[in-house]
Structures are given as structure tokens and as C-alpha cells.
């Protein structure tokens, strides 16, 4: 290809890399800025008002966090309610997708309708909170999977994706005996794994993000996940409103901003963890199916 | 060859359905598949939507639907003589606007930039990054900026004292809930928002790029006469989407910023209907809220398609 070498040309480019490295800059300078301050101490942070790079390292305020079994607990309910949801989830949107993704379907394309028009309209936020509610999944973690078991959107990215696959494949397993099922376990699923992983991340990190749903639908501070956890000590405990019903005790009175930046770390570190992962697939996956060309 | 094209052109009803049983009876597997989600559509977005008449009725919980009175629009009349309704609405068309007028043209930008660059490693080094807020719950993102823009002790406000300039409150005041929100969302939103975009851009044809430079074209008018008409169809989907999200602010955002000191910029239909609703327990206004709003969305998507196809566009549906 040729290359534009000229004076302006080269400007232009100085120009664009500089702004676009202060762009990611200030996109991780906050976390950066968090992570630092949670492995300092009370006192470097007062002195040196903005840590980047702690000079003194001490794990005072982890040692503080995980001091009473609160954030454990927490963690413990986030990984498990990411775990089974993902995978319930992944299992109910792939199945489906997959039916609606046979042409010779009866009844496609009202299903598709249906799912299409759940997000123009919804009934809202008290007409579902009393459906869940008459189900009697109130109190309970199933509350904050059921009722969002499945995504729309991913729904509709997989079953783009399946109905990607040469049909010729499958009319050749069905010829050889295969079965619906066989078809779907055998080919289909082995040959959308691209897909298959990025929903499924989009899927965990939904659930590990889970904030609104428990505060919703459950009423008992011992069963909430992290982020409840880390809105009551970082937003709460600010001194912004005088909500400290449910708090618990250790937190009572307000948190150093090392212990605040370590529970943010805490609820943060596992998505910093699989973003690798899903870095390397989403790019991949997830446009296949989102707009077409 | 000859006798199927007969016997399709001749309509014998009974053998016509049989041959429509047939194919639904031979794929029976396939909706036993799409059953459990075709339950999960129907009982937690279609029933919500059916529960919606509650918006007419005094909902008592006890009564249940099909035992609460019918009181007609009174609850929307309530909510259109209410003050606070104005407010609301106000607020809430606020933060849209912002969001179509300051949001959505960054993504835009960012993504034209990053086409322009060769070195691929610079360009997933910047990709990498950010994309990462995305990926962050709306709790981390507050609780990060709450830890920064706190009075006490946050980096923003150390900065400024040691500029001697006077330390600011910015998590509870009227003036700084908007500045704040908007930033809040384009550096969460941004980085992500250009993935549809460069993939757009990736599928134009590099010869018109190499034929503009022969003409003399420099990167400038390459952007303005390629780049940007290539995506514009993007653009326009994503626009009536936006737009079709009026009213989805991010609730959850919000509530989080949401305190005693600025509610008079920051409440907006969402956290109105959770406090009405759920804290109050006023579950038939506070329907009456929600539907209110959900009406709203549902024709602004549907006027942004219209208009769209006017104009020559594809449109979302």
C-alpha cells in the first residue's frame, strides 16, 4: 500500500498517537491510581496526596478488610452466582438460538418478533418485581439469575452465528442418522466456540457485576454479593446519606480511603483477571453477529 | 417433475396441514429447545407487560390483580399534576440530550483516530485499554470516582489545594452531578463504543483510500470523504438506538450519584418509580410512572426508524 510520507501527513500522525495515549491514559490512570492506594499506607497517602506507585507497600488495609468474614462472604455468594448463572444462562441462549436458527422452523419468525419486541417495550420495574415476587423466589439467589436468565441481544449474536454454519453440514449428519440433539452437541456447538466463549464472558461479567437485582430482591445483608458490599462501604459510608441500616458492624464508622480502595480492587480484580481471555475472543465473536457489514 | 408441480398448484387443504403437522411433528426436538426460553419470555417480560393494568387499578398486594379496584387514569393524572413530574421529565431529557449531544460523537472520534494508526501494536496497546471500564460495574466506577473526588483526602480535591484553589463537593452538589455523570459515562462507554465502528471501518476498500491519495486528498479529506460516509449507515442504526434508550439513563449509575443534595438535577423517572414503588410502596403510580415511560421510548424509536428510512437509510427493524 502506499504510504502518505509528507510533512502534514506526518503531523497529522504525531498528533493522533499523542492523543490517542493520553486517551488511554486517563482511561486506567483511576484504576492505576486505586490499586496503588490500596498497597500503601494511611500515612504515604496523606503525605503524597496521589499514589501511582506506593513507596512504602503494606497490606494494612487488606489485612483490615478481610479481618471480619464480610467481603468473603460476598465473594463467595459473587463467584457462585456467576458460576451457576453463567452456565444456566449459556445453556437456555444457546438452545434457543439454536431452534430459531433452523429455517425450516414453524413459527420462526413470531418468536423471533417476540423476542425482538421485549427490547422496544417492557413492562417495568414494579410489574416484574411482582411477578418474581409471586414466584416466591424473593430472598433467594435464584432471584438475581431467573429473571435475567437470558439477554436478548447475545441471544440474538448466536443464533447469527449458528445460522452462519454451512447448512450442508448439518444436512450431511442428518443423513447419516443424527439427530436434533446430535447435530446441535456434535457440529453446531463444537464449531461455535468463538461465540460460545464471548457470550458466556458477557454473561459472567453481567453476573459478577450483579447490584440492582439484589438489592431488589434481597432483604438479607448476609446473602448480598460484592458490589452491595462495596456501594455500603466506599458510597455509603462517604457521608452522603444517613442509610447505614444493614451496614455491618465493622463498617459503622467510616473507612480510611486505603480499606475503600482495597474493597474496590477486591470487587474488581476478577474481571481484571479473565480480561485477557475475553480481550482475545469478544473481538472475534461478538461482531460475527452484532451489525451486519 | 410434472405431478409435484400439479399437485402444489392444487389446494387440498386437509393434505396441506397434514403436511404442516408433519413438519412441526418432525421437529418436535427443536421446540423443546427453544421451550425453556420461550417460558422465560413469556413469564418474565410478557406477563410484566400484561401487569401493566395495574397502572388503572388501587393494587392492593393482597387483592391481587383480578381483586383490586379499578380506578381508571387516576394515577396518571396524579403524575401529571404532580411537580415533581416536571422535574423529572426535565432532568430527564437533560441527561439524553447530553448524551446524544456529548457521548455520542466521542466513540465516533476516537474510532476514526485509531483507524488512522499502522503500528497494530500501538493500536491494540490502546484497544486494551480502553476497553477496560467496560467490563467495571457501575458500583466500581462510582465508588473510583467517589474515592477521587471526595473532600477529604480524594486526588482531584488534594490537587486543587495544592494549586490553592478551593476544594470543590462535587458528589453533593446540583452544579457538578451533570459534569460528572456525563464524564462518568464516556469514560466507561467510549473505549467500547468504538468497536462497532472500527469494524465498520475495517471493511472499506483500501483502493478508494489509495485513489483519493493519487487525486491528492490529504488525511484530513480522507477522513470527511471516506472514512465517515463508509460508516454512516453504522452511525444512523446506532443514533435510533440511542434515542430509543431515552429514557434508559442507566438507572443504575444514577441511583448510585443519587443523594438528598442533588435530587433536584439528578432524580429521574427510574430511581422516581423505585422509591415510589418500591420504598413507598405505591405500586399503582408508580406503574403508571414506568408505563408512562416505557410508551415514551417505544414511539421515539419508532418516529428515529421512520425518520431514518426517510432519509434513505436502512433502520434498525
Not at chain 1, 478481610?66 to 463467595?76: A, D, H, P, W, Y
Not at chain 2, 411537580?83 to 431529557?93: D, V
Not at chain 2, 473510583?144 to 494549586?163: K, Q, T
Request: hydrophobic residues 50%.
Amino acid at each position: 500500500m502506499l504510504q502518505d510520507k509528507s510533512i502534514g501527513s506526518r503531523l497529522f500522525d504525531g498528533i493522533n498517537y499523542t492523543f490517542l495515549f493520553l486517551v488511554s491514559l486517563v482511561t486506567v490512570l483511576p484504576f492505576i491510581n486505586v490499586i496503588a492506594g490500596s498497597f500503601t499506607t494511611v500515612t504515604e497517602l496523606a503525605q503524597k496526596q496521589f499514589v501511582f506507585f506506593p513507596t512504602v507497600w503494606s497490606l494494612d488495609a487488606y489485612r483490615y478488610i478481610f479481618s471480619t468474614n464480610v467481603i468473603f462472604k460476598s465473594l463467595g455468594v459473587s463467584i457462585s452466582i456467576t458460576l451457576v448463572g453463567t452456565v444456566f444462562s449459556m445453556v437456555l441462549t444457546a438452545l434457543m438460538a439454536y431452534g430459531l436458527s433452523r429455517k425450516d422452523l414453524v413459527g420462526r419468525s413470531p418468536i423471533m418478533f417476540m423476542v425482538l419486541f421485549t427490547m422496544l417495550f417492557s413492562g417495568g420495574l414494579i410489574p416484574t418485581f411482582l411477578v418474581v415476587k409471586s414466584m416466591g423466589l424473593v430472598d433467594s439467589y435464584a432471584a438475581l439469575i431467573i429473571p435475567n436468565a437470558i439477554n436478548a441481544f447475545n441471544l440474538i449474536i448466536m443464533r447469527n452465528f449458528f445460522q452462519n454454519i454451512p447448512e450442508g453440514l448439518e444436512e450431511s449428519a442428518k443423513i447419516d442418522g443424527c439427530s436434533n440433539w446430535g447435530i446441535l452437541l456434535r457440529i453446531v456447538i463444537p464449531l461455535s466456540m468463538p461465540a460460545i466463549a464471548t457470550i458466556s464472558l458477557f454473561y459472567a461479567v453481567t453476573y459478577w457485576n450483579t447490584y440492582f437485582q439484589a438489592i431488589i430482591y434481597l432483604n438479607d445483608p448476609a446473602k448480598w454479593p460484592v458490589q452491595v458490599i462495596l456501594r455500603q462501604i466506599v458510597i455509603l459510608a462517604s457521608g452522603l446519606t444517613a442509610d447505614t441500616s444493614g451496614f455491618a458492624d465493622d463498617f459503622v464508622r467510616p473507612p480510611e480511603q486505603t480499606v475503600k480502595m482495597a474493597v474496590i480492587v477486591v470487587a474488581t480484580l476478577p474481571i481484571l483477571l479473565v480480561y485477557p481471555f475475553l480481550q482475545k475472543h469478544f473481538a472475534k465473536g461478538a461482531l460475527l453477529g452484532s451489525i451486519k457489514g | 417433475m410434472n405431478d409435484t408441480a400439479i399437485t402444489s398448484s392444487v389446494s387440498v387443504p386437509g393434505k396441506r396441514d397434514s403436511s404442516l403437522m408433519r413438519r412441526i411433528a418432525k421437529n418436535r426436538s427443536i421446540y423443546l429447545m427453544i421451550l425453556p426460553g420461550f417460558l422465560y419470555f413469556a413469564i418474565f417480560k410478557y406477563i410484566p407487560m400484561s401487569g401493566l393494568v395495574i397502572a388503572l387499578q388501587d393494587y392492593q398486594p393482597y387483592l391481587g390483580i383480578t381483586g383490586s379496584p379499578w380506578v381508571g387514569l387516576k394515577h396518571f393524572e396524579r403524575l401529571f399534576n404532580d411537580p415533581m413530574f416536571f422535574t423529572i421529565l426535565r432532568n430527564t431529557l437533560f441527561l439524553f440530550t447530553m448524551n446524544l449531544v456529548i457521548y455520542f460523537p466521542v466513540p465516533i472520534l476516537i474510532a476514526v483516530m485509531l483507524n488512522e494508526v499502522r503500528h497494530h501494536l500501538f493500536k491494540r496497546f490502546v484497544q486494551t485499554l480502553i476497553y477496560i471500564p467496560h467490563f467495571m460495574s457501575w458500583v466500581i466506577i462510582v465508588s473510583i470516582s467517589f474515592v477521587m473526588l471526595s473532600m477529604d483526602r480524594g486526588l482531584i480535591n488534594e490537587v486543587f489545594s495544592m494549586m490553592g484553589l478551593e476544594k470543590i463537593n462535587f458528589l453533593m452538589s446540583n452544579e457538578w452531578f451533570r459534569p460528572m455523570y456525563i464524564l462518568q459515562v464516556i469514560w466507561r462507554e467510549a473505549g467500547w463504543g468504538t468497536i462497532i465502528y472500527l469494524a465498520a471501518m475495517a471493511a472499506i476498500d483500501p483502493q478508494l483510500y489509495e485513489a483519493s491519495r493519487m487525486d491528492g486528498a490529504n488525511r484530513f479529506r480522507q477522513i470527511w470523504h471516506i472514512t465517515l460516509p463508509s460508516i454512516r449507515s453504522v452511525i444512523v442504526v446506532l443514533l435510533i438506538l440511542k434515542i430509543g434508550d431515552v429514557l434508559e439513563l442507566g438507572f443504575e449509575h444514577i441511583f448510585l450519584l443519587l443523594n438528598s443534595m442533588n435530587r433536584e438535577v439528578a432524580e429521574i423517572f427510574d430511581t422516581y418509580v423505585y422509591t415510589a414503588g418500591l420504598k413507598q410502596g405505591q405500586f399503582s403510580f408508580s406503574t403508571a410512572v414506568g408505563f408512562f415511560k416505557s410508551v415514551v421510548g417505544l414511539v421515539l424509536i419508532m418516529a428515529a426508524n421512520w425518520l431514518a428510512k426517510k432519509a434513505g437509510e436502512e433502520g434498525v427493524y
